[in-house]
């Protein structure tokens, strides 16, 4: 850090300032642990630089300060800010943090707009409710964390009304889910390096697999059984096409990484999530991109 308070010292007009002060931020929020430090530099980028991509970043830290402090309120606003606009360099980093807000909103209890109660009855099951509700019992667990052999009469369900799409973004390898216009969620994949695997085209969602599938060893020809720890697919498999899925992993340093084989991988945690929100048939998934864009020509 020291390097960066010589800089403002000795070259207080420096065009680099604001970015010397984002670092000085960011080295005093993971480093040393000094909130207060870190949230003076960020203000003061916003305050004297608000014009300039440093402040954009400004807005992502402090909602993260935000986050830790509870404020989730605040850190909302500050991430909303950044994301309107569209070429901002900090989108993505605040898609991330947002997203889990919306997720988290997305399970509250409380009905947002478009959304229902429905008070469960005796008698009701989530084949019942699936039918009477219009809604997939998939999303019910999903959204409610329902125990499917445990249903409470009495209890208030959500009863969401959504119209999700995917975008996987090979080269940024991400996945990014949206409910009609707005953006829901952004996940970090793992994605096989071969672009003949997953080629870049629209799909939709054919099947969804539960415990995910049975894998069978090359080396020694010997089957996994699907959602086993040996299991590369994970804990569940969402199935695009014959040979191409989104499925989870037990393996953490697979997701955001380039592989040699399997799908796209996210984390059991995401794919759980994301299989909630899928429709089989219904979906659709677009695939853009290459894995490896220095390779394309002309890139």
Known sequence: GRYFNTLLEKYPESPFVPEARLMLARYNLDVVKDVDAAQGHLLTVLSKWSKTDAADHALVL??????????????????????????????????????????????????????????????????????????PQDLLVGINDLDAKALTVGDKIRVPRLDISIV???????????????????????????????????YSVIKKYPKGLEWVNPESNETVKAGEPENPYGEKFIELRRGIGIHGTFE????????????IVISNQAVAEVYALVEEKKTPVVIKGSANPEKTPGS
């Open 252 to 263: 953490k340093e697979k997701v955001g990484a380039l592989g040699s084989n399997g799908y």
């Open 62 to 135: 402090l909602a993260r300060i935000s986050l830790e402090k509870k404020d989730e309120q605040q850190a909302r606003k500050n991430l909303e800010m950044v994301l309107r606009k569209k070429e901002s360099p900090a989108r993505s980093e605040a898609e991330f943090l947002i997203g889990d807000l919306n997720m988290k909103r997305l399970k509250s209890p409380e009905a947002a707009p478009g959304d229902e109660l429905y008070t469960i009855k005796p008698g009701d099951t989530l084949w019942e409710m699936e039918r009477k509700l219009d809604v």
């Open 168 to 202: 996987v973004d090979k080269p940024a390898r991400t996945l990014t889910i949206r409910n009609g216009n707005d953006f829901l969620k952004k996940y970090r994949v793992g994605i096989n390096q071969d672009d003949s695997e997953i080629p870049a085209a629209t």
